[in-house]
């Protein structure tokens, strides 16, 4: 799992977005999982780990 997020100064006051991927390397495949900010960050992580771990019982890798 990976989390893409905006970095650097911004001059408006708008909240950072975060998307969060999963890559299936074997298959060229990538997953947008959630996406979110810093307020819902620890929520959407445990929510992706969920996801990712259903993924891999599915495949027969978990």
């Known amino acids: ?3 893409i ?5 911004s001059k ?3 909240q950072e977005t975060r998307l969060y991927i999963f890559c299936m390397i ?5 997953k947008l999982l959630k996406m979110g900010n810093k307020n819902t960050q ?3 992580i ?4 969920k996801i990712i771990e ?3 019982k599915e495949r027969g890798n978990g």
């Open 1 to 3: 799992m990976l989390a």
């Open 54 to 56: 259903q993924t891999n």
């Open 26 to 30: 074997e298959g060229k495949i990538v």
């Open 42 to 44: 620890s929520d959407d």
């Open 12 to 14: 408006t006051k708008l």
């Open 46 to 49: 445990q929510k992706c780990i």
């Open 5 to 9: 997020d905006q970095k650097g100064k």
